[in-house]
């Protein structure tokens, strides 16, 4: 059973430019969520997308931005990118239909640096 | 504002010797409660978790955490340390049901270095 898979695993990108994180969640899981941990840090949440929708979303403008495919994956989009950037983003899978009880399932991350 | 607090920076505890890693949360309700561990460069496991019931939960490789609602705390911890114990321990809360689900929230972190 594949638990969460991200990629790329590392990537370099230059400020200003796009990028864009892969993340499928793991068997069985219909919701993804996004989060960005700086080094040092904790992660804070990005977004969460349900049935191709955003349902909530953390603190981020709007340079940050996902979709949902209808085979539950997910793309993280960010776009003009700062040097602030710099983090670990992590996507984690989960299954809303558990109301009681849910827990998210983490991925290696990928490892994003602005220069 | 919801929060969770981790005092502990760093720890740096011998190798057989217990461990206790403290976490304070403030939320306007119970939430869920669960602790995280980061490997260097790697996603996050979870350890435990509480949602209800018995506030003394265990969880994998030999941790437990007790859920203390009068003192807002939900602390980490294990009797005898072992090497391979040594990485990063996230304690993050979630709310309980609907929407808000996808919404955790994590301390900053406590890194716990194990001597031999």
């Known amino acids: 059973d594949a638990g969460v898979t991200q990629s790329p695993t590392h990537l370099i990108k230059t400020r200003g430019q796009q990028v864009t994180l892969r993340c499928s969640p793991k068997?069985?899981?219909?919701?993804v969520s996004w989060y960005q941990q700086a080094l040092g840090q904790g992660p804070q949440f990005i977004f969460q997308?349900?049935?191709?929708?955003?349902?909530q979303r953390g603190n981020f403008p709007d340079r940050f931005s996902g979709h949902q495919f209808p085979n539950y994956s997910s793309e993280l989009n960010v776009n003009a990118l700062l040097l602030g950037d710099s983090a670990l983003y992590l996507c984690?899978?989960?299954?809303?239909?558990?109301?009681?009880?849910?827990?998210?399932?983490f991925g290696p991350g990928t490892r994003l640096t602005v220069t | 504002a919801q929060s969770v607090t981790q005092p502990d920076i760093h720890i740096t505890v011998s190798e057989g010797a217990s461990l206790e890693l403290r976490c304070n949360y403030s939320?306007?309700?119970?939430?869920?409660l669960f602790w995280y561990v980061q490997s260097p460069g790697q996603g996050l496991q979870l350890l435990l978790k509480?949602?209800?019931?018995?506030?003394l939960v265990q969880g994998i490789k030999g941790f437990e955490a007790e859920f203390k609602r009068s003192q807002s705390s939900f602390n980490l911890r294990k009797p005898s340390v072992h090497w391979s114990d040594a990485a990063e321990y996230f304690c993050?809360?979630?709310?309980?049901?609907?929407?808000?689900?996808?919404?955790?929230?994590f301390g900053k972190g406590t890194k716990l270095s194990v001597k031999p």
């Open positions: 984690a899978s989960s299954l809303i239909s558990v109301l009681e009880g849910n827990e998210q399932y």
């Open positions: 993050a809360v979630g709310a309980r049901g609907g929407g808000s689900q996808g919404n955790l929230i």
């Open positions: 939320y306007g309700a119970t939430p869920y």
């Open positions: 509480y949602f209800s019931g018995d506030t």
């Open positions: 997308y349900y049935e191709e929708e955003e349902r």
């Open positions: 068997s069985g899981h219909d919701t």
